[in-house]
C-alpha cells in the first residue's frame, strides 16, 4: 500500500473515530457510536498491517492471537460491577505499550548508531520532535502502567482502598516530579545516553504508583478516567515516533474525550480535581457529626406495606444507586415500573451523573432492561420535582441521596449535587442494611419522618413488591 493511500486510510478512520465519539454521547445514537468508532479502528489496523514494517507476519499474528485471546476471555468473564477495574487494567496496557514502542525505538536507533543494528533511515536528532516524542511516550505511557496497577489493585480490594498518606508526602511527590523533568530534558537532549534513559524510565513508573497511592477508592473512577485520557496522550506520543499519524489522531481522542469526562466527573461532585488528586478524599473520617450523633430512630417496613402507600400514589419517582447494580435488580424494577404504570402512576428514573461506580452505569444497565429512555430523567431536570411527587423509590443509591451534601459543611460530600428525594411525600429506601455507601458516611435520610426503610437485596424486594401490589 502506497503512502498516500495509508494517510487516507488513517484520514478516514480519524472521521470514523470522531463520528462515533458523538454518537456516542446519547444512550440512543451509543451502540452505533461503538459499530462505527470499531469501523474506524478496523481501518486504522489494515492500513498499518497492509503498510510496509519491520515486523513479519508472523509475529503480528502471534500478538492478535493472543492478545484477542486474553480480551475476550476477560470479557466474557468479566461482570458488570467490576468494569471499572477492567478498564483500570486496560489504560495500563494501553501505557505499557506506548512504553515499550518508544524504547523499542531508542534502542533500535541506538543499536544503528553504534553499528550493531540495521541501518535507520532517518537518525535520531537530539531535541528533535522525535526524541522529545520518545520522553514523552516513556514518562506518560510508565506512570500509567503502575498508577493504573494500583487503581486495579485499590478497586479489586488486593489493597487498602483508603488513601494512604504520610507527613510531607506531596513534597516529596514534588521532588521526584522535578528530578524527572530534568531526567527528561537530558534524555530528550541525550537520547543516546542509555542509563539515562532506563533511569527515567524507572522513576516515572515510582511516580505512577506516588500518584495513586494517596488517592481514596471512592474516587477510583475519577482517577481511571484520568489515566484513560494519559494513556491516549502516552499513544499520541507514539505515534509522533513512529511517524504514524493514524495512532496521533486516535491518541489526541482518547487524550481529549478522558480529560472531559474527568471534568465532568468532578464537577458531579463538586469537587476540583486538584482536591482528587491530593485531598485524600476517603480517609477514616475524624469522629464527626454525622458519623457520631444519636440520628434517632429508622422505620422498617415490608413490600406489603409499601404497596397501600403505592395504591394511593399518582406518581413514582425510583431512584437506582450501586446497590441496583450489585443485585441486578433492573429488570425486577422494570417490571415493577410497567406494572405501576398500569395501575396509571407516572413513573420515572432519576439519574444522578455518579450513581453505581462507573459513568452512566445506571443508564447501561436500565437500557439492558430496556427502560424507555425518555423515562430517564438528569438530575438538574427531574430535582424541581421531587416536591410535587407521591413516592420515591431509593433503589441502592445512598451517597447520590444523602442530604448531609447540602448543610453539613464537614461532611466528606459536602457540596456534592445530590438527588433531592427528602422532599418527596413518601420516601422508601431499599437495602440490605444501615451501612454506609462509598464515601463511608452516614445518611440522615434513613432517619426523616417522611422515609421508610425496606430492607433486604434489591432484587428480591422488587420482586416481592411486585407480588404485593398485583396482590392488593
Ligand atoms: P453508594 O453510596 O455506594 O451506596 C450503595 C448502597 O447500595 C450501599 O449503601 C449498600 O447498602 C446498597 N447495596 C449494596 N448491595 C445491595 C443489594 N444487593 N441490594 C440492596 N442494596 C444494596 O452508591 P450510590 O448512591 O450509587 O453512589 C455512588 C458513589 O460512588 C458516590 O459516592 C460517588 O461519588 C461514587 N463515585 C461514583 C462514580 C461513578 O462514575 N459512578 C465515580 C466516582 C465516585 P447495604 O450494604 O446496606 O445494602
Known sequence: MSETWTQIAYLAAAVLFILGLKQLSSPRTAPRGNAVSALGMAVAVLATLAAEGILGWPIILAGVVIGSGIGAL?????????????VALLNGFGGAASALVAAAELLRHAAAASGSGEAVAEPLVPGSVVATAIVLGTLIGAVTLT??????????????????TYP??????ALIGLGIAALCVFVALEPMELPVYWGLMAAS?????????????ADM??????????SGLAACATGFVLGNSGLVISGSLVGASGIVLTKIMCDAMNRSLANVLFGAFGKAPEVGASAAADQGTVKGYTPEDAAVIFSNASSCIIVPGYGMAVAQAQHAVRDLADLLEAQGLEVRFAIHPVAGRMPGHMNVLLAEANVPYDKLVEMDEINPQFPETDV??????NDVVNPSARTEKSSPIY?????????????FVIKRSMNPGFAGVQNHLFFNDNTMMI??????VVLALVEAIKAY
Open 74 to 86: 476477560a470479557a466474557r468473564r468479566v461482570q458488570m460491577t467490576a468494569m471499572p477495574e477492567m
Open 147 to 164: 498508577g493504573s496497577l494500583v487503581a486495579y489493585a485499590k478497586l479489586a480490594q488486593r489493597m487498602p482502598g483508603a488513601p494512604l
Open 168 to 173: 510531607g508526602q506531596q513534597a516529596v511527590n
Open 205 to 217: 513508573l515510582v511516580l505512577g504508583v506516588l500518584l495513586v497511592i494517596p488517592i481514596g477508592g
Open 221 to 230: 473512577p475519577v482517577v481511571i478516567s484520568l489515566l484513560n485520557a494519559y
Open 392 to 397: 420515591a423509590l431509593v433503589l441502592g443509591a
Open 415 to 427: 457540596g456534592m449535587p445530590i438527588l433531592d428525594v427528602d422532599r418527596a411525600k413518601h420516601v
Open 455 to 460: 430492607f433486604g437485596d434489591a432484587k428480591k
